[in-house]
């Protein structure tokens, strides 16, 4: 089977959203659905000297991620009606005539990956541009970035390319899911962890629906 | 963090029931705009079109690719040119030219003319005919040009549809031909570093082209924000080259901006309006440490020490008297300006020995920080550290200042709108004055091309221009200006929506946006590009072109056939298109070629960057600048005639600011506000599109010690205050703003509650009407401040 997955340069986002925008576009997406969200991570303090001055200490960065078409997605099993299906390129899809939209994909992923449309009432989530892909092209969000800082292929094309490092903090460990990216980690995803850095833009990236 | 915290880290913090967001589906938007609406057959009404991303003054110019179908639009990518070298990148459009479908089909879009039915500035209108809004228009421009005389009328400045044919080019052209109307200079964006920077070197055109950066070893950003502001399309993106190239990237700002996340090595938070003292000290240091460019000083600059004083001047303070206090007994040392900026002495000190040994060096100044008061002094000050560390005329230097670019740059406008009638000026900040002591104004207020003028403003035109209230300072006094019926007789505001300026209009006059007509635009103020943008769609409801509805104007003032030369926006597209070719494009395709092609623009590699001041650094006496010395003048003859030392010093001085953390006024308003340009919007253009407020939305941004002294909580509303009014808005808490200093982007449009307090969170709400000394430009982000938690 092949397994196609995202590259994200972490270290070169600007944090500009033009992916996620990009995505909504393509996809027709209403407001409160993200099938590409940017997660703004920051952590650290302040300390002040005598003199009035300021001496950060701090961590910061912004984090794109869509559905990363795990190897072993923890959604697929937590559907009861088996609508979500892994298929021979390793896009995990969800079938419609086969979705009830009980959102249990949507608890069980640790991604925030699977979205609920109140439009359609059904679970829905990136599926790597399917269309594009048959057609040669790169997924929207890839092809839109102005940083260049993300990439798409098959997974062992990437990590020949970027190296097999698959996580950044604070996602998830990845040894049981397996997700499908290459990243290359900000300069100060070290500091982030040890200063137990948090989403600070959740507002931005939740599905309301 | 436990393996099981991580685990739910990104995953919503509740599943919330129900919907926070009645959102119609694009689709029920775009049926909302098209009962009756027939598409004309004239346009090819689907496929493919690559064209420039409509024209706002976003800082960028970009490719969009728009798939029509049935003449609408259903989807819109971007430039996917083959390659993507640096020497000729993509033009990759922003989030917020993605977006345009939702500002395109937006239900709110103005759709028919409108005039005033209540009281000024309360908002209510009725629909009337186009026919008698053209007629409205004409008869009152006659009355007060009868009345009052031309000077009377005034077309202020606009930024929000900036494409050649269209915004409020073709309204200038019009009022050139009936006499013309009270000119103005300068801009809100630029005023002090277009002024200022030619007080040292003779001329704005400092910068190098962009593809030089890769040449460069250490880059200061100093509150220079590429990310958010642009600056350029693909001006962050060559950053993240020159940085993968070697360069070590520094942001000085008080914001840990987009790009010193995305581009910087090091981020070094300033207290706004203090940066003149860092880079004071940063001189200390290299004189202090032998570090500076001796022998460049000698031949190239004018008044650093007593020695190089213009003759006539030499007992007057150099530059270096000032650093060493030699003078003012105050040494501009390290300690002096940590107690000053916020920035601990070693790494002032650090940072001026990178900066002047590490070469060669670019210190690249953003235009914010010039937006404040004696905004003078920081372009100055730039300019002569670049100058001094011998960092100009060379490949990967930067001149620092205004820095348009070398060899040429993209033009501005290149539509005819013909010579103004009308010899007299205003800054283009002081058209309130102008309107309520016009006739009192002289050259104290920067009042060029005559002594006095004859009237006040009588009657204001607002093409594309949300300048009138939301973008000009201290709303609510400028709101009170234009309530009053007897200052301004007449208000017609031309826009694409009804912007907080259009609340205030006697008559509304529905623009199309620039994917409904034709128009072509270059670079934004860097780039080696023509862009084309043709109509792809219909005009919605009964919207016209900027131009179309001058055209109809000028039939009623019966000057229709000099206005059009009997050419439509199409036929103008394709002048200024051969225009461009007659200049700076030669190689340029023919008109029917480009648009047959569906190319959208023609561009050329850059493959050997030009360079300002090459010339001069080889040979001074040969190439002498077009300073009054033919040096770059640290100290400047023309300054010191003005006479006012304390606010225009003759050399580069820290000023402290007439708001400040410094002053009495503290202890009511201790926080310093600043109002930065948004991701999410073209300062007020895009600030109602869906998408965009999803994405960014509008807060207040502060530190959580300045929110934890007040109670604030991340999420609760929170009100910003002082004398001239108050903002309320959510609170956002975020380490990403130094504390002391809190961030209310620009461009949200202000919204009065019943107590006049502005929920829309517009930070002129706050902002103050005084302008700079030299430039005569806008201070808006010089604003003191407190804030609270607001309770309903």
Redesign the interface.
């Given at each position: 089977m092949t397994q196609y997955g995202f590259y994200i340069d972490v270290?070169?986002?600007?944090?500009?959203?033009?992916c996620?925008?990009?995505c909504?576009?393509?996809n027709?997406l209403?407001?409160?659905v993200l099938w590409r969200r940017?997660?703004e991570i920051?952590?650290?303090?302040?300390l002040?000297?005598t003199?009035?001055?300021?001496?950060?200490r701090?961590a910061?960065?912004?984090l794109s991620?869509s559905c990363n078409h795990c190897e072993a997605p923890a959604c697929l099993p937590a559907c009861p009606t088996e609508a979500i299906f892994k298929n021979e390129d390793g896009l995990v899809l969800i079938n419609d005539n086969k979705c009830i939209g009980c959102?249990y994909c949507?608890?069980a992923?640790?991604?925030?990956a699977p979205q609920f449309d109140?439009?359609s009432g059904l679970m829905t989530k990136c599926d790597l541009c399917y269309d594009y892909l048959k057609d040669s092209k790169l997924p929207?969000c890839v092809?839109?970035?102005?940083?260049?800082a993300l990439d798409f292929g098959q997974m062992d094309v990437l990590q020949e390319k970027y190296g097999s490092n698959r996580s950044v903090y604070?996602?998830?460990?990845t040894d049981e899911l397996k997700p499908s990216l290459v990243i290359t980690p900000?300069?100060e995803a070290k500091l982030a962890?040890e200063l137990?850095a948090k989403?600070?833009?959740?507002?931005?990236?939740?599905?309301?629906? | 963090m436990t393996s099981r915290d991580r685990r739910n880290f990104i995953r919503t913090s509740s599943i919330l029931g129900g919907s926070l967001f009645v959102a119609p589906h694009y689709i029920s938007s775009l049926s909302a705009l098209q009962p009756g609406q027939k598409l004309a057959d004239r346009l090819k009404s689907n496929g493919w079109f690559r064209l420039g991303c409509p024209s706002h003054n976003c800082g960028g110019r970009c490719i969009l690719k728009i798939l029509v179908q049935d003449g609408i639009i259903s989807r819109i990518e971007t430039d996917d040119r083959p390659n993507d070298l640096p020497e000729e990148p993509q033009l990759r459009a922003c989030l917020k030219g993605r977006a345009y479908r939702r500002r395109q089909y937006h239900p709110d879009r103005l759709r028919y003319p409108m005039k005033r039915t209540g009281h000024r500035g309360e908002g209510k209108f009725e629909r009337i005919s186009w026919d008698e809004a053209t007629s409205i228009m004409a008869d009152e421009i006659i009355r007060v040009k009868n009345k009052y005389g031309n000077e009377a009328l005034y077309i202020p400045y606009g930024t929000g549809s900036y494409s050649q044919t269209n915004g409020r080019w073709p309204a200038v052209r019009l009022s050139n031909l009936i006499g013309g109307s009270l000119g103005f200079y300068n801009s809100y964006s630029w005023a002090c570093i277009s002024k200022a920077t030619p007080t040292v070197y003779g001329t704005s055109v400092t910068g190098n082209q962009r593809q030089d950066w890769l040449n460069s070893k250490y880059i200061i950003m100093w509150g220079w924000n590429p990310a958010e502001m642009k600056d350029g399309t693909n001006s962050d993106y060559l950053i993240k080259l020159a940085r993968k190239n070697g360069a070590r990237v520094v942001c000085i700002d008080p914001r840990k901006t987009m790009s010193a996340v995305a581009l910087a090595d090091e981020w070094i938070p300033i207290r706004p309006g203090t940066d003149v003292a860092m880079m004071s000290a940063m001189v200390f240091v290299m004189m202090d440490e032998d570090l500076l460019d001796e022998s460049f000083i000698s031949s190239h600059c004018q008044g650093f020490r007593s020695n190089d004083m213009p003759a006539g001047y030499k007992n007057q303070e150099s530059y270096a008297d000032y650093i060493l206090g030699t003078k003012d007994s105050i040494p501009k040392t390290p300690a002096w300006a940590e107690k000053i900026t916020g920035i601990p002495a070693e790494t002032i000190v650090r940072i001026a020995r990178e900066y002047a040994t590490i070469k060669p060096a670019m210190l690249y100044q953003g235009y914010g920080m010039q937006r404040r008061a004696y905004g003078e002094q920081v372009v100055r000050a730039g300019c002569v550290l670049a100058a001094i560390s011998g960092n100009i005329g060379i490949h990967g230097g930067w001149a620092s200042g205004m820095a348009l670019q070398a060899g040429g740059g993209p033009r501005w406008s290149v539509f005819p709108t013909g010579r103004n009638p009308v010899r007299a000026r205003i800054p283009s900040f002081l058209w309130t004055e102008a309107v309520i002591r016009g006739t009192e104004l002289t050259d104290k207020e920067g009042l060029k091309g005559t002594t006095a003028l004859k009237s006040n403003i009588k009657f204001i035109w607002a093409v594309a221009s949300n300048a009138l209230i939301n973008q000009h300072s201290n709303i609510n006094r400028t709101s009170k200006i234009l309530k009053d019926e007897t200052q301004v007789e007449f208000i017609a505001v031309q826009d694409q929506f009804l912007t907080p300026t259009g609340m205030y209009a006697d008559l509304l006059l529905p623009a199309c946006t620039q994917l409904e007509t034709w128009g072509l635009e270059d670079g934004w103020k860097y780039g080696e590009e023509v862009i084309l943008m043709p109509q792809i769609v219909e005009p919605a409801f009964e919207s016209k072109s900027d131009y179309r509805i001058c055209a109809e104007i000028a039939k009623k003032l019966d000057v229709y056939e000099s206005y059009t030369q009997g050419m439509d926006e199409k036929a103008w597209t394709r002048k200024l298109w051969n225009a461009f070719k007659q200049s700076r494009f030669p190689d340029l395709p023919d008109f029917e070629t480009i648009v047959e092609s569906n190319a959208g623009l023609h561009s050329r590699p850059v493959k050997n960057p030009k360079i300002s001041f090459e010339d001069f650094r080889n040979n001074p006496a040969a190439n002498p600048l077009k300073t009054a010395s033919g040096k770059v003048e640290i100290f400047s003859t023309e300054l010191h005639r003005l006479n006012n030392p304390k606010e225009i010093p003759p050399i580069p001085k820290y000023i402290q600011e007439w708001e400040s953390p410094f002053d009495a006024t503290v202890s009511r308003f201790p926080l310093q506000v600043i109002g930065p340009h948004y991701m999410g919007r073209v300062h007020s253009t895009h600030a109602n599109v869906d998408w965009l407020k999803e994405a960014f939305p509008q807060r207040i941004f502060i530190n959580p010690i300045d929110a934890a002294s007040r109670n604030i909580k991340d999420g609760k509303l929170i009100k910003a205050f002082n004398d001239r009014g108050a903002v309320i808005l959510k609170a956002r808490i975020t380490n990403s703003i130094m504390p002391g200093v809190i961030s209310i982007p620009q461009g949200a449009w202000w919204q009065a509650d019943e107590d006049g307090n502005d929920i829309g969170g517009s930070v002129n709400t706050i902002s103050s009407e005084r302008w700079t000394p030299l430039a005569f430009g806008n201070a808006q982000h010089t604003i003191m401040a407190e804030a609270k938690l607001y309770k309903q």
């Open positions: 270290s070169a986002c600007s944090g500009c959203k033009t996620q925008i990009a909504k576009d393509k027709n209403d407001l409160g940017v997660y920051s952590g650290g303090d302040w002040k000297r003199s009035g001055a300021w001496e950060p701090l910061n960065y912004y991620i959102k949507e608890w992923c640790p991604y925030g109140i439009a929207s092809s839109s970035c102005p940083m260049r604070p996602l998830p460990r900000h300069a962890e137990s989403i600070v833009n959740k507002e931005e990236t939740e599905n309301v629906s | -």
